[in-house]
């Protein structure tokens, strides 16, 4: 019997964190090749802000086409010109929802906040965890706390 993974990806932190480290765009087809290998995908998300421009939606489609159901938020620009538009807590509790149903659970961010979430998921639910960041750009909290890392690099990269 395969093993069942579910995967989730922060679309901004890893789009943000392959140009800066990497000088690249993630490549969400090799991915989901190295993810599934062998194993059954039960879910697959990928977590994004909506700015609802033409380019954003073609990607979107792009996603959905492997396998991905996308999540949207709405870009919210404050008053004193930051910006607001993150997808932790909403990854959170797909993620530990998702704990019933997967052996593994794979996330693509190097978020820090995570950790106590990937520590949570192998001590209390006994999942594994595996983690896709950017090196350098990944918080070693989450790195630790991960049953396993994977360093994104030139395979994973377009």
């Not at 901004?12 to 993810?35: E, H, K, P």
């Not at 010109?81 to 929802?97: F, H, N, P, Y």
């Not at 996330?107 to 983690?131: C, N, T």
Request: negative net charge; hydrophobic residues 45%.
């Amino acid at each position: 019997m395969p093993e069942n993974v579910a995967i989730f990806v922060d679309v901004q932190n890893v789009y943000y964190t392959c140009r800066q480290a990497l000088r690249g765009n993630f490549d969400y087809n090799a991915f989901w090749a190295q993810v599934a290998d062998g194993r059954e995908v039960v879910a697959a998300y990928a977590y994004a802000i909506d700015r609802g421009d033409e380019k954003q939606r073609q990607f979107q489609n792009i996603l959905r086409a492997i396998g991905f159901e996308v999540k949207l938020k709405s870009f919210i620009q404050r008053a004193d010109g930051s910006a607001k538009g993150d997808w932790d807590v909403g990854i959170t509790i797909d993620m530990l929802e998702s704990a019933a149903m997967a052996d593994t659970l794979v996330l693509v961010s190097g978020d820090g906040d995570f950790a106590i979430l990937a520590d949570k998921l192998r001590r209390h639910y006994g999942k594994r965890v595996e983690v896709y960041g950017a090196p350098g750009l990944t918080a070693k909290a989450l790195m630790d706390s991960a049953s396993d890392f994977i360093a994104i690099d030139n395979t994973l990269l377009l």
